[in-house]
């Protein structure tokens, strides 16, 4: 299904062009940018195997450096993932568990009273760029936010030096000028969002090309609304499907999305800053239901099954990581916080926890890294999509991926107990069968290893029974945002 190694090798071969012979002087610490893509699938890429979606950029890149083929988001929907990153913390450490709130209608159709959620970061928590910029870096928030407003919440008040578009707002109101957006001046009418950020990242680059800089370029896109420019839909609207992916309007903020990133690293290589550079490229969530196919995976977005967690990820680094290279080692959204800090030769703060590990004895093959398992906490409902069966995306629910086993607890009770699915990743990447019967000693391993991490990070878990619940009465209406 995928690109093999020396397809991809080829692709970043082809990607090479002549480099201008002046260039700043190198600096102690590589720069870092680290592209945020929202929404984006696991399969919504070449080389993960669309053949319906664009991507000659990234798939070059992806030759270019090492994927992941692993690699995670610690929550299945925006808002909470972007908290982890971060702040290099597991979410029961600061709160944000989901989007909005906790308690989605239908009111009647919850069984339980899930656990209040924090729609932003706590200023007190340090993040990986207030730790960056007290170091020499200058940091950039290009794009979507989505964990509080300016001054003390947003970027600029966690630590970035500039901040373009970025606010409490999971979404755009449009793609299209005008934005609407209070921290994006308006461009030309019909400029298009994703061009415009990209114009964004590159004056920032260029400007702070002789110091070391972070640019986290987190794209808006590819987050409802489904807005692209008409000239490249056209392009998709007669081509075949492919397993499920067919929407052509999607297909073409995808492309957007790939021309973004193949400007920005013309840009660095134009700069003479390529060899300087690490580019760390992945998405907050699974692909959304409605627009797209996560097959082979199961589920998507706002669910704990791989297709709502599981996410693309590549890493650049030339003269350090091994082009054309990949690494099956499960990862998280939260080792890049530690990654950051080693890269710039920063120790880990002591009156600090972190969750994540340094991914720096992945990228490089020296060194060490252990950890016997992965952690989700979801205490929270997700409505349907609409025209989907039942009331819930999913119910409050946790889970844990150790070596290839992966359990999933769900927290409404089944009977006296709550509701224990059980799968073997390795032999059964869609998660197809539930093997809590035929396994019931790793079934068992593995709920008390979830349930140790959740004494150890202090996350608390529903069990109030909501007095609203009544299974045979209508719903109650249903929060669609």
């Known amino acids: 299904m995928f690109l093999t190694r020396r397809q991809l090798m080829r692709l970043g071969a082809a990607s090479v062009l002549p480099r201008l012979s002046t260039r700043p002087l190198r600096t102690s610490k590589p720069n870092m940018v680290l592209f945020l893509i929202d929404d984006l699938g696991w399969r919504d890429l070449g080389f993960m195997g669309s053949r319906y979606y664009e991507t000659r950029r990234i798939d070059c890149l992806a030759g270019e450096g090492m994927i992941f083929s692993d690699a995670y988001a610690n929550a299945p929907v925006c808002a909470p993932t972007r908290a982890c990153l971060l702040s290099g913390q597991y979410g029961p450490r600061h ?131 489904i807005q692209a420019k008409e000239e490249v839909v056209a392009h998709f609207s007669g081509k075949d499907p492919d397993g499920g992916q067919k929407n052509p309007r999607y297909a073409a903020m995808i492309k957007s999305v790939d021309d973004s990133v193949g400007r920005v690293l013309d840009k660095l290589r134009e700069l003479g800053l390529e060899d300087d550079t690490i580019i760390i490229f992945t998405s907050d969530n699974g692909g959304h239901g409605t627009v797209t196919s996560n097959a082979p995976l199961r589920g998507s977005k706002g669910m704990l099954y791989e297709g709502g967690i599981r996410e693309p990820m590549i890493v650049r680094w030339p003269g350090r990581v091994k082009a054309g290279s990949r690494c099956s080692t499960p990862v998280m ?38 950890r016997d398992a992965v952690f989700w906490h979801f205490p929270a409902y997700l409505q349907r999509y609409a025209g989907m069966e039942g009331y819930w995306r999913t119910t409050p629910a946790g889970a844990i991926r150790k070596g290839d086993w992966k359990l999933i607890e769900f927290f409404e009770p089944l009977g006296e107990e709550n509701r224990l699915e059980l799968y073997n990743l390795h032999e059964d990447i869609g998660e197809s069968r539930n093997l809590v019967k035929a396994r019931p000693d790793k079934a068992k391993e593995l709920l008390h290893d979830l349930q140790d991490w959740r004494q150890a990070v202090n996350a608390p878990v529903p069990t109030e029974r909501n007095p609203k619940y009544d299974p045979n009465a209508e719903p109650d209406g249903f929060d669609w945002s």
Request: charged letters at 20%; hydrophobic letters at 35%; glycine letters at 10%.
């Open 95 to 225: 709160g944000v568990y989901t989007v909005w709130k906790s308690d989605r209608k239908p009111d009647n159709k919850r069984k339980l009273i899930p656990v209040p959620n924090k729609e932003h970061l706590d200023p007190g928590n340090v993040t990986f760029m207030e730790l960056l910029r007290s170091s020499g870096y200058v940091g950039a928030c290009i794009g979507k936010w989505h964990l509080g407003a300016d001054p003390d919440k947003g970027p600029i008040g966690q630590g970035f030096d500039l901040n373009v578009g970025g606010n409490a707002s999971g979404a755009p109101p449009s793609y299209f000028s005008p934005y609407r957006n209070p921290q994006l001046p308006d461009g030309p009418p019909g400029e298009y969002l994703t061009d415009r950020l990209t114009d964004e990242a590159i004056r920032f680059i260029a400007e702070n090309r002789s110091k070391p800089f972070f640019l986290y370029f987190t794209h808006y896109a590819v987050h409802e609304p």
């Open 333 to 370: 959204t939260i080792d890049l916080y530690p990654t950051f800090l080693e890269l710039a030769g920063i120790a880990k703060p002591q009156d600090k926890v972190l969750d994540g590990l340094s991914l720096l004895p992945l990228l490089t093959g020296t060194g060490r890294f252990r």
